[in-house]
């Protein structure tokens, strides 16, 4: 496994978790690859929403990208209006021009989103237009397939989390729930 980090425009952290080349199955050389954007309440990125993921996926064969996108970590912050809508285009973006490098297949690139990080995805895999308003060159952040999770907690009966997949792909079939 090769461990890639590297700092977007605005600041944001993206660490990813790379499968080694193989000489003995060179068709696999080639991966999927998924782009986790953890949650956390809009103020962090949760790790237990990160790293324990990521290795989920890269045992399941994926190439494995985390995003720690930019977040508001008190009142006294102005509001980050796109910046973290941007943050995951700009991951993608990135993702998708050093799909080579990465030994990624550019048109394999799905999303993974807990909680606040569901709301860091770009819209237009799901039909919205929303990224349509961002300041970019073209689709080319457009995801692939998108399984997003949540949590759910309830008061009525303790504090109890669940984590569950809203969407799948036939085409890549990841799952969120824990193990």
Not at 33 to 40: E, H, R, S, T, V
Not at 76 to 97: E, F, T, Y
Not at 137 to 166: D, F, Y
Request: hydrophobic share 40%; charged share 15%; glycine share 8%.
């Amino acid at each position: 496994m090769q461990i890639y980090t590297h700092t977007l425009p605005g600041g944001a952290q993206l660490i990813g978790y790379l499968r080694d080349r193989t000489v003995e199955m060179p068709a696999f050389n080639t991966r999927p690859a998924i782009l986790i954007l953890p949650g956390g309440g809009y103020a962090w990125c949760s790790r237990r929403e990160a790293d324990p993921v990521a290795m989920q996926f890269l045992q399941a064969g994926y190439n494995v990208f985390t995003l720690y996108y930019t977040c508001r970590s008190d009142e006294s912050v102005p509001a980050l209006r796109w910046q973290p809508l941007i943050d995951a285009a700009g991951a993608i973006l990135h993702i998708r021009r050093n799909a080579e490098q990465f030994g990624t297949d550019p048109a394999k690139i799905a999303i993974c989103g807990f909680s606040a990080g569901i709301w860091r995805r770009p819209q237009p895999s799901c039909g919205t237009p929303s990224l349509c308003r961002l300041p970019l060159a073209s689709m080319a952040p457009r995801p692939a397939p998108m399984p997003l999770c949540w949590v759910i907690r309830s008061s009525r009966r303790g504090n109890t989390a669940t984590t569950a997949p809203l969407s799948t792909s036939a085409a890549m079939t990841p799952t969120c729930a824990p193990q």
